[in-house]
């Protein structure tokens, strides 16, 4: 099944994936001032959890919205599980770098 890219509400996005990154609130700001000018250019990557949609990347994306006061994102819905989301966090973070070791240690298998 091919992701799907849908305009989500900000207030049906689920955060719980968070507990495994360190956020820069540096780096947030950067992504506040570029979506200021410029608007989301990418779409977050988000799975159907519970009633919601677990974030799995752009919670930078995510808390600049927030702060700037939009009220949705375009999102890539894929159909993961748990293990696969986490696998999907540590995996589009480790391109970037942006990840601290301490980070990919919390990703782990598990419910």
Known sequence: MQPV???VAITSLDLTLVEIRIISPH???KVKQSM???GQLHPIIVRPFEDHYQ???GLKRVYAAMELGLPV?????LEVDLQQA???VLS???QHRSMEVWGEAMV???P
């Not at 994102?73 to 819905?77: A, N, S, T």
């Open 108 to 110: 782990r298998p598990g």
């Open 27 to 29: 780096r947030i700001s």
């Open 36 to 38: 200021g000018l410029h």
């Open 5 to 7: 890219i849908e305009k």
């Open 86 to 88: 986490k696998l999907l």
């Open 92 to 94: 589009y973070n480790r």
């Open 55 to 57: 974030v799995i990347d």
């Open 73 to 77: 994102l375009e999102c890539y819905i």
